[in-house]
C-alpha cells in the first residue's frame, strides 16, 4: 500500500487519541500578525473570513461568523421565527448543542428517532409529528453524513415550514451535485477546536436573504447595528435584544489559514475514511456513515456497529493505547429534556448500547487506521465463533 502525504505524526507515546486539532501551517502566523495590529476582537479578518468561506465552501447565501456553532444555532431559530410554543422537529441523537438554544426561545424540541440505516434523523416519522405549531425542521449531518435533502426540502415546502440543517459535523457536503446550503432556509457551522476546520472555537451561520443577514449581524452584537456605531456620531436605537455572538479577528485568522489547506485536508479524511471501510467491510454493518447514492462529502467521524461488544472493544483499545467514546448521547435522557421525551425511539434503543467513535483525525496515518482496525478485529472476530 502507498502511504498518502501525512500530516506531522504524534509522539508515540502519546498512543491514538480519538480526535485531535487540525492546525494549519500558517495558523501560528496569521495570529501573529492580529496580535500586531490594531483588530483583535472582530475586524477586518472576520469579514474576510466570512468572504472566503463563502467563496470556497457554500453555493449560496450570506455568512455571520460567530464565537461557536452553539450561537449559530440560536440565531437561526430566532431568525426562522421560534417564540414560546413553537414547535420544532429535531435528532433526539445529537450534540445537545443542536437542541438547547429552542429551550432558550422557550420553544418545544420535538425528537425524532434516528434511520434504521444511519445516526442521521428518521425521514419516514417526520411528517406524522408535524402540527399547526411546527415552525420548522432542523436535522443533523451526523458525521458528516448527508441527510436526502431533497426530500427534506419537499416536506418542508409542502408544509410551509423552515430547514435548518446542523452542519457542525459537515463542511463540503452535496446532494445531487448540489451543496446543502442549496436546500435549507440556514444552514449553521462549528469550528470548535477538533472541528475540521477549526478557529479555536466559532461557528458560520448561512442564511437566504439580506434581511436575516442584516438582523443576524444586528443579534450577534447585542441588537446594535455596527456599521453605523462606527461611524462615530450615535443615531441608531437598538430595538432587539442581542448578544455577544461576535467571532474575534484572533479566531478569523485561524480561520482563512484552514480555507487555504481545506483541500488537503478533506482529501486526506476522505483517504482515511475509504481505508476505514475497506479494513472493516467484513462486518456486517461496518461503519455507520454509509454515503447513499447522489452524496459527496467529508466525514468528520467514523463510527461502528459493535454488535453488543462495545464494553470489551473500548477496554481491549484502550489497553492498546487507543482512544474510543460514543461522542454524543440520546437527548431524550437528559433532564433539561425530560418534559419533551415523548414517543417511542426504537431504532436508537437498537442501537444505543452498540455504538463507537474510532480515532478520526489528520494526524493518522494508514498504518495507524490498520492498527487500530486489527485491533477491532481481534474483538469483534470473537462474536462469531
Same mark, same amino acid.
Given at each position: 500500500?502507498?502511504?498518502?502525504?501525512?500530516?506531522?505524526? %504524534?509522539?508515540?507515546?502519546?498512543?491514538?487519541?480519538?480526535?485531535?486539532?487540525?492546525?494549519?501551517?500558517?495558523?501560528?502566523?496569521?495570529?501573529?500578525?492580529? %496580535?500586531?495590529?490594531?483588530?483583535?476582537?472582530?475586524?477586518?479578518?472576520?469579514?474576510?473570513?466570512?468572504?472566503?468561506?463563502?467563496?470556497?465552501?457554500?453555493?449560496?447565501?450570506?455568512?455571520?461568523?460567530?464565537?461557536?456553532?452553539?450561537?449559530?444555532?440560536?440565531?437561526?431559530? *430566532?431568525?426562522?421565527?421560534?417564540?414560546?410554543?413553537?414547535?420544532?422537529?429535531?435528532?433526539?441523537?445529537?450534540?445537545?448543542?443542536?437542541?438547547?438554544?429552542?429551550?432558550?426561545?422557550?420553544?418545544?424540541?420535538?425528537?425524532?428517532?434516528?434511520?434504521?440505516?444511519? $445516526?442521521?434523523?428518521?425521514?419516514?416519522? *417526520?411528517?406524522?409529528?408535524?402540527?399547526?405549531?411546527?415552525?420548522?425542521?432542523?436535522?443533523?449531518?451526523?458525521?458528516?453524513?448527508?441527510?436526502?435533502?431533497?426530500? %427534506?426540502?419537499?416536506?418542508?415546502?409542502?408544509?410551509?415550514?423552515?430547514?435548518?440543517?446542523?452542519?457542525?459535523?459537515?463542511?463540503?457536503?452535496?446532494?445531487?451535485?448540489?451543496?446543502?446550503?442549496?436546500?435549507?432556509?440556514?444552514?449553521?457551522?462549528?469550528?470548535?477546536?477538533?472541528?475540521?476546520?477549526?478557529?479555536?472555537?466559532?461557528?458560520?451561520?448561512?442564511?437566504?436573504?439580506?434581511?436575516?443577514?442584516?438582523?443576524?449581524? !444586528?443579534?450577534?452584537?447585542?441588537?446594535?447595528?455596527?456599521?453605523?456605531?462606527?461611524?462615530?456620531?450615535?443615531?441608531?436605537?437598538?430595538?432587539?435584544?442581542?448578544?455577544?455572538?461576535?467571532?474575534?479577528?484572533?479566531?478569523?485568522?485561524?480561520?482563512?489559514?484552514?480555507?487555504?489547506?481545506?483541500?488537503?485536508?478533506?482529501?486526506?479524511?476522505?483517504?482515511?475514511?475509504?481505508?476505514?471501510?475497506?479494513? $472493516?467491510?467484513?462486518?456486517?454493518?461496518?461503519?455507520?456513515?454509509?454515503?447513499?447514492?447522489?452524496?459527496?462529502?467529508?466525514?468528520?467521524?467514523?463510527?461502528?456497529?459493535?454488535?453488543?461488544?462495545?464494553?470489551?472493544?473500548?477496554?481491549?483499545?484502550?489497553?492498546?493505547?487507543?482512544?474510543?467514546?460514543?461522542?454524543?448521547?440520546?437527548?431524550? !435522557?437528559?433532564?433539561?429534556?425530560?418534559?419533551?421525551?415523548?414517543?417511542?425511539?426504537?431504532?436508537?434503543? !437498537?442501537?444505543?448500547?452498540?455504538?463507537?467513535?474510532?480515532?478520526?483525525?489528520?494526524? %493518522?496515518?494508514?498504518?495507524?487506521?490498520?492498527?487500530?482496525?486489527?485491533?477491532?478485529?481481534?474483538?469483534?472476530?470473537?462474536?462469531?465463533?
Amino acid at each position: 500500500m502507498t502511504e498518502m502525504k501525512e500530516f506531522p505524526l %504524534l509522539d508515540p507515546k502519546e498512543g491514538i487519541p480519538i480526535l485531535y486539532p487540525h492546525v494549519p501551517s500558517n495558523g501560528a502566523k496569521y495570529i501573529a500578525e492580529v %496580535l500586531s495590529s490594531r483588530w483583535i476582537g472582530q475586524g477586518p479578518k472576520v469579514d474576510e473570513f466570512e468572504e472566503k468561506f463563502k467563496e470556497s465552501i457554500i453555493e449560496n447565501g450570506y455568512t455571520i461568523a460567530v464565537n461557536s456553532g452553539t450561537s449559530a444555532l440560536h440565531l437561526a431559530y *430566532i431568525l426562522a421565527g421560534i417564540s414560546e410554543g413553537s414547535e420544532i422537529i429535531c435528532p433526539v441523537f445529537t450534540c445537545t448543542a443542536t437542541n438547547i438554544p429552542i429551550l432558550y426561545e422557550k420553544g418545544i424540541p420535538i425528537f425524532t428517532d434516528i434511520s434504521k440505516s444511519s $445516526l442521521n434523523i428518521d425521514l419516514d416519522q *417526520i411528517e406524522n409529528l408535524i402540527t399547526s405549531r411546527t415552525l420548522a425542521l432542523c436535522v443533523v449531518d451526523y458525521g458528516g453524513l448527508p441527510n436526502n435533502y431533497v426530500r %427534506l426540502r419537499e416536506i418542508c415546502d409542502r408544509h410551509r415550514l423552515k430547514l435548518i440543517i446542523d452542519c457542525a459535523h459537515a463542511v463540503d457536503t452535496y446532494r445531487n451535485g448540489h451543496h446543502v446550503t442549496h436546500f435549507a432556509d440556514y444552514v449553521v457551522y462549528s469550528f470548535q477546536a477538533i472541528k475540521t476546520i477549526t478557529t479555536g472555537d466559532g461557528g458560520m451561520l448561512i442564511v437566504k436573504n439580506k434581511s436575516d443577514y442584516e438582523k443576524g449581524k !444586528r443579534l450577534r452584537w447585542f441588537g446594535i447595528d455596527r456599521a453605523e456605531k462606527q461611524k462615530g456620531i450615535w443615531k441608531n436605537d437598538v430595538s432587539e435584544i442581542g448578544y455577544k455572538y461576535q467571532m474575534t479577528d484572533i479566531a478569523a485568522a485561524l480561520g482563512i489559514a484552514a480555507l487555504e489547506e481545506s483541500t488537503e485536508i478533506f482529501n486526506k479524511r476522505r483517504k482515511l475514511y475509504q481505508l476505514y471501510q475497506n479494513f $472493516l467491510e467484513e462486518f456486517e454493518e461496518g461503519l455507520l456513515e454509509k454515503p447513499e447514492r447522489g452524496t459527496d462529502f467529508t466525514p468528520w467521524l467514523v463510527t461502528i456497529n459493535t454488535k453488543g461488544r462495545r464494553l470489551d472493544l473500548m477496554k481491549h483499545l484502550r489497553e492498546k493505547n487507543i482512544e474510543s467514546a460514543q461522542i454524543h448521547y440520546r437527548n431524550d !435522557r437528559y433532564s433539561i429534556f425530560r418534559n419533551y421525551a415523548k414517543g417511542a425511539f426504537p431504532n436508537m434503543d !437498537r442501537i444505543e448500547d452498540d455504538y463507537l467513535v474510532l480515532p478520526f483525525h489528520t494526524k %493518522l496515518t494508514s498504518l495507524d487506521v490498520r492498527r487500530i482496525c486489527d485491533e477491532v478485529k481481534k474483538v469483534l472476530r470473537k462474536d462469531r465463533l
